[in-house]
């Protein structure tokens, strides 16, 4: 692996510093006074949209879309596309700015990739653009999701559309006032095989039906004007032409989507985890106790190494993974972006938690995004799917892989 930037990396990464530094830092603290304000609850900052203009205006626009997707993409690979990520994670929302957020990039890949030209053109193209949102409905209240099979809305074919019923948790973005359109996860055949029994098909928002049974805090928060939010679906009917790719392809499309979000969010965290390492290093320079710095305190000292040490071994292995999409593909690469995604969070959630203890009381408040951080990648631990099942899946992966070696190799 060349760890030498690219002269376009390069470019991209002195202007999207160039830009967070004079456009994005700069209104942090007001972007975060408007979204803790109850008044403006599920609106969006009024300077949003001149940041987005200024964005698309600097080309750093879309940045996310990987090089294989030619008609729509800025011709990144994931490997070039890793350090802008982790600069535009070191605040929560900047990615936004850039139309580099989630769930929208994972929506935008599904339906470049596997779209019908007239999905592309209803749905991807307002995407790309950035004049809507979108969510991305799998994770159900009655079943564990981290399994997928468990997945129990039904979508059943009547005529020329498709019903469905059943109930959603924990979507993402669907509070926000310009989501549009949802793509579901549901059970269309339960004689299929275990793979084959579930699809994909987009669901308008406010198709009847459809209803938001209540917004969902997480950690208390109210991730305006985003929001996560529990669906009910009685009868929810669209229209064929909505179905992706075919009955009984939503685990194909599943796996295509979810190689590249897990890559984007481990970049975040990675960003985030950096930014709160840098954080805790100038509070400890600055604050003395019992007649010393707290940076001269050999603990404080230790726990600053330990989280640089952390993050560039995070960092390292995230672009092992990005690297490794881009030469085999997500499916050989598989166990690299098992690895991250269990590594990165909880990296910037232990990297925070340090910082908290370091910061003491300003830590635990918003006078500082690390409160946020720890909180953040607490929930991504759960986000597509748990530690757990990411564990499990790369043990069994390791285990096949090692057995096939000859023993006296």
């Known amino acids: 692996m060349n760890f030498e930037l690219s002269s376009k990396t390069r470019d991209l990464i002195s202007r999207l510093d160039t830009f967070m530094a004079t456009e994005i830092y700069p209104v942090e603290a007001q972007y975060h006074g408007f979204v803790t304000d109850s008044a403006n609850l599920w609106k969006v900052w009024p300077g949003m949209e001149a940041l987005k203009d200024k964005a698309k205006a600097a080309g750093l626009w879309n940045l996310f879309l990987p090089h294989e997707y030619h008609e729509f993409s800025p011709g990144l690979t994931n490997l070039e596309y890793a350090p802008l990520a982790e600069r535009m994670g070191r605040i ?121 049974v209540r917004h969902q805090s997480v950690f208390g928060r109210t991730n305006t004007p985003f929001g996560e939010a529990e669906l009910r679906f009685d009868n929810v009917r669209v229209p064929a032409s909505n179905l992706l790719l075919g009955e009984g392809r939503g685990f194909e499309i599943a796996q295509g989507r979810l190689g590249p979000g897990r890559i984007h969010h481990c970049m975040r965290s990675i960003g985030q985890a950096q930014r709160a390492l840098e954080i805790m290093a100038r509070r400890a320079d600055t604050r003395v106790a019992f007649g010393r710095k707290l940076a001269d305190q050999s603990s404080v000292r230790q726990d600053i190494a330990r989280s640089y040490i952390e993050v560039e071994m995070a960092r390292l292995l995230t672009l092992k993974a990005a ?74 992966l390791k285990v096949s892989e090692y057995c096939a070696l000859d023993p006296l190799s």
Request: some cysteine; proline content about 5%; aromatic content about 6%.
């Open 92 to 212: 929560d929302w900047a990615s936004v700015a850039f139309n580099c957020s989630a769930p929208d990039t994972g929506n935008m890949e599904v339906l470049a990739k596997y779209g019908s030209p007239e999905q592309k053109e209803q749905w991807l193209k307002p995407l790309l653009a950035g004049e809507i949102r979108s969510a991305y409905a799998m994770t159900e209240p009655q079943v564990a999701s981290s399994d997928a099979t468990n997945i129990e809305l039904s979508i059943q074919q009547d005529s020329s559309d498709f019903v469905l019923n059943g109930r959603k948790w924990w979507i993402s973005g669907v509070m926000h006032p310009d989501h549009r359109f949802l793509i579901v996860l549901g059970r269309s055949n339960n004689i299929a095989g275990r793979h084959a029994q579930h699809s994909m098909i987009i669901v308008p928002a406010g198709t009847p039906g459809l209803t938001v």
């Open 323 to 396: 690297d490794a999409m881009d030469r085999v593909g997500n499916k050989v690469a598989r166990d690299l972006i098992a690895a991250i995604k269990i590594v990165a969070p909880k990296m910037a959630q232990t990297v925070a938690d340090r910082g908290v203890q370091i910061l003491g009381g300003m830590g635990v408040s918003d006078d500082t995004p690390i409160a946020n951080f720890f909180t953040m990648n607490r929930f991504l631990r759960l986000a597509d799917g748990p530690d757990e099942v990411h564990l499990s899946q790369l043990g069994k």
